[in-house]
């Protein structure tokens, strides 16, 4: 059974810094994107030196500061709960860079967003205020969704960034689809990570991992701080009554492009009145 399913962790790399969940292709069937979710006690700094990837930091709650050579950005951040419901501030680091995550707040969570990179690229702040909002679905298919790093902003070299809400009782990422075909420019071939997150804490999702020919067919039952990762195949999430989802979505591959394609048997749903 390939390794899909992440479930959240405490380690302490230093006082006041805690690792929740480290993916990467070492540890994961992943060849271009990876996903950190670290804890940070006030004062705590946590630093980094990247090499050949590209990095967004999201400021998911509390309030941090982020620095990179001489660019200084301070207590970025706007919620105290990824269930505000609230975009929040980010900062785009491309490779070779050093950078340091210090959090203002008593607490504050941060979720690093990685992807290859070789080309440099100017580090900036992707402020609440640049998030693209949006609501998608109708029926029992709604989600409203913030655009944190998405194709149409040129800032990164691979990394797509996106959170998503789901309400109880609903379906996301649904119907199925697929983005694991270099078939442009209808299907563009993008791995993909879910940083889960429940409300309340004590609820669960249900994330279905599959291929057409079902060589790949996962169903899980995903908890807070839970993370899937998608190297291929359509990936549906659904929420049960009484609980909301939040997930956190990195894409990346070969083409800075999100074109999917979604399930032929499922397809019919999208067409309903």
């Not at 998503?164 to 209808?186: A, I, K």
Request: proline share 6%; hydrophobic share 30%.
């Amino acid at each position: 059974m390939t390794e899909l399913k992440f479930k959240a962790q405490k380690q302490e790399l230093k006082p006041g810094i805690t690792v929740i969940q480290d993916v990467t292709n070492n540890n994961a069937p992943l060849k271009y994107a990876g996903l950190k979710l670290i804890q940070l006690q006030k004062d705590a700094t946590y630093t980094e030196t990247l090499n050949q990837i590209e990095v967004c930091v999201v400021a998911l709650s509390g309030h941090i500061n982020v620095v990179e050579g001489e660019h200084h950005f301070e207590n970025i951040g706007t919620r105290d709960s990824v269930f505000a419901k609230r975009p929040t501030d980010s900062v785009y680091i491309s490779n070779d860079h050093t950078y340091q995550v210090t959090a203002v707040t008593e607490k504050a969570e941060v979720v690093l967003c990685y992807a290859p990179s070789s080309k440099q690229l100017p580090t900036k702040l992707i402020s609440a205020a640049d998030n693209t909002i949006e609501d998608r679905g109708n029926h029992s298919i709604k989600r409203h969704v913030h655009n944190i790093l998405p194709e149409d902003n040129p800032s990164a070299n691979s990394l797509l960034v996106v959170e998503v809400y789901t309400d109880g009782g609903n379906f996301s990422s649904y119907p199925p689809h697929r983005h694991d075909h270099d078939n442009l420019p209808t299907e563009s071939s993008l791995e993909e990570i879910y940083l889960h997150k429940i409300e309340p804490k004590q609820g669960f999702v249900f994330h279905r991992v599959y291929t057409d020919d079902r060589s790949l067919d996962e169903t899980m039952s995903v908890e807070n701080n839970d993370v899937v990762v998608v190297p291929k195949g359509y990936h549906p999430v659904g929420v049960p009554d009484g609980y909301n989802s939040y997930y956190l979505n990195v894409m990346a591959g070969p083409v800075r492009t999100w074109k999917f394609h979604n399930d032929p048997d499922h397809e019919w749903i999208l067409h309903r009145k």
